[in-house]
Structure formats: structure tokens, C-alpha cells
């Protein structure tokens, strides 16, 4: 795709970085098995060179509660469902997330 200002200047063409939810899905808390485990999403063409994952919150959250952890790799996403770096006690999370994963070119 090729897009052109008002003033006929190329804006965007196929050599632009541009990006795109590729994946959009709620992981629930419930979900998980009793203990330290994750999840696996596939997402499919998506490396650790191109794509990003996150998760967001999902209604009330308190400052208490702890985030999901997120880890992208070869044509999929891992969830997991505490903090892998934490070397203290498991803690998981106490509330369901929105995953989005992002693939940039």
C-alpha cells in the first residue's frame, strides 16, 4: 500500500514501519493450574525480532496485585502466571489480563 499527502508526497509505502495487533484475547486467572505454570498462545510468524507482547488489566485493579509475565516466541506467546526473575516466593496473579501482541515490520 502507498499513501500520498495533500500535497502529493509519498507518506507511506511497503519500506514503512508500521505495526498491527496480530493478537487480542483474554487470559484468565482461572485458567492456570494450581502453582507456578503458564499458557501458550500461537500466534503464527512471530519472532522475538519482530513482535511484542503485553497484557493489560482487566476491571478493578489494585496496586497489590500481580501482573502477568509475558515472553514471545518462535509463532507463539507465553503467559505466565507470576514473575519468572523474581527470586522471593511465588506470588500469582489475582485477576484475568487482556493479552495484545503487536508484530512491527
Keep these: 500500500m502507498r499513501i500520498w499527502g495533500a500535497d502529493g508526497a509519498l507518506q507511506i509505502d511497503e ?13 484468565l486467572r482461572s485458567a492456570f493450574p494450581a502453582g507456578q505454570s503458564y499458557q501458550t498462545f500461537s500466534v503464527p510468524g512471530i519472532t ?20 502477568f509475565e509475558t515472553e514471545v516466541l518462535a509463532d507463539s506467546v507465553r503467559v505466565y502466571n ?23 515490520k
Design 48 to 67: 522475538t525480532a519482530n513482535a511484542v507482547a503485553t497484557v493489560v488489566p482487566i476491571g478493578t485493579y489494585a496496586n497489590y496485585i500481580t501482573q
Design 82 to 104: 507470576y514473575i519468572r526473575g523474581y527470586a522471593g516466593t511465588f506470588t500469582s496473579t489475582a485477576t484475568s489480563m487482556r493479552l495484545i501482541v503487536i508484530r512491527f
Design 15 to 27: 519500506t514503512s514501519f508500521t505495526m498491527r495487533v496480530v493478537l487480542s484475547v483474554e487470559v
